[in-house]
């Protein structure tokens, strides 16, 4: 994608949302989108992070400890995955994208 049109649509967001804010949060968003102008520059990738494009796949069986009536849904017919079980799964993959940690 064009990064001039990325960055139009950028200012643009932040000049209109700035118009629906007080006076002090407007100034910061009109300041934030003339900075954004033509001195932007896109920072350096961080090598603590994992590339833009990255992506994992991990299998999960769901077991009867996973679902939402064990984790405490009040209806104990409720032997759906559950939501928290899920979170922690979308967790453990985007950790395993992750550099290995630097040495202390």
Known sequence: MND?????????????????LDNGAEELLL???ALIGDGFERP?????LPEPV?????????GSDDTASAMGHPDPLMAVLGSPRL??????????????????
Not at 4 to 20: N, P, Q, R
Not at 44 to 48: K, L
Not at 87 to 104: K, N, Q
């Open 4 to 20: 001039s049109i990325v960055m139009s649509t950028l200012e643009a967001a932040l000049a209109d949302a700035a118009g629906h």
């Open 31 to 33: 300041q934030a989108a």
């Open 44 to 48: 350096a990738p961080s090598p603590h």
């Open 54 to 62: 990255a992506s994992g796949i991990k299998t999960f069986v769901v």
């Open 87 to 104: 979170a922690l799964w979308f967790e453990i993959v985007a950790t395993s994208l992750l550099p290995p940690r630097p040495p202390e």
